[in-house]
């Protein structure tokens, strides 16, 4: 294995997402929404959403396509209503146990969002040589948390060393406007920080962070955008907050909620909000 890559190690998902307590970014990311919802995150079985499955598939297909191959396959359609139905969609799953099934509609996505991926020369550029989903572990020197992170891809130059992270992200909307939107909507630029340091901590250098937004719908547009210093540094005082937060949390065993004291608070209307109101009345 490559020098860069000496503290990665190689692991199944479910390896990696094993044990709780071991924070990732999405861990963070949900603190910051409240102690409460947190704690329900870990007291509580994790159960994927449509759209995490789906992103899943994302990165088989784009990334690792000979397991795509192996691992997904079209279901054909059952009618489930009646007592043939079920028994025919039974005896397929059965016969096909450990394969993930896609209906050929997800399927034709899917292939439509690698294609334009591979049309896009930034993009393709840094997928021609790379390590994808390489785990990295550390523990956090001023709270004591053990912490992971698992890079979509680590793209290399010729001579093996790491040059870039990239973080695929499907999206409705790859336009800069909106996915800068998407970045303050679900606290991308706290991944960007986390996985930015943890990634300079692993090979000894700081490397750019990549998003690669795919559009989920036809066209499929695609963009490549760098994480910026500004969001770095914001990123990762949000993330060093949820590590302090937490830190108290575990001390005091005490998982509040929004508002921790159960005060009440005044709501207005957001000031850009009122402007438009009012240069409308005018």
Not at 51 to 65: D, I, M, R, V
Not at 98 to 117: F, I, P, R, T, Y
């Amino acid at each position: 294995m490559f020098d860069d890559l000496r503290n990665f190690i190689d692991i199944s998902a479910e390896e990696y997402h094993a044990d709780k307590e071991i924070l990732g970014h999405s861990a963070l990311v949900e603190i910051l929404k409240s102690p409460k919802h947190y704690f329900h995150r870990i007291s509580n079985p994790h159960v994927p959403t449509a759209s995490l499955e789906f992103g899943t598939a994302l990165h088989a297909a784009l990334l690792e396509p000979e397991r795509f191959a192996e691992t997904y396959i079209v279901s054909p359609k059952f009618d489930r209503r009646t007592k043939e139905g079920k028994a025919d969609a039974a005896a397929w799953e059965e016969a096909h146990k450990g394969a993930v099934s896609v209906d050929e509609a997800e399927l034709k996505k899917l292939q439509g969002m690698q294609k334009a991926v591979l049309e896009h020369s930034g993009a393709k550029k840094l997928l021609s040589k790379c390590y994808v989903e390489m785990s990295y572990f550390w523990t956090d020197e001023d709270t004591g948390f053990q912490c992971r992170v698992r890079p979509d891809v680590l793209a290399l130059d010729d001579q093996g060393d790491v040059i870039a992270a990239i973080d695929v992200k499907s999206t409705s909307n790859a336009s800069k406007d909106k996915f800068q939107k998407s970045v303050m909507d679900y606290g991308y630029d706290l991944n960007a920080a986390f996985y930015s340091d943890a990634i300079e901590r692993a090979i000894g250098r700081r490397v750019p962070y990549y998003f690669l937004a795919v559009e989920s719908a036809e066209p499929y547009g695609v963009a490549l955008y760098k994480a910026g210093q500004s969001m770095l540094d914001v990123g990762r005082d949000k993330y060093r907050s949820a590590l302090q937060l937490l830190q108290w949390c575990r001390e005091n065993d005490r998982w509040p909620s929004y508002q921790p004291f159960g005060e009440y608070e005044d709501l207005e209307i957001p000031e850009w909000y009122a402007r438009r109101l009012l240069t409308q009345d005018e």
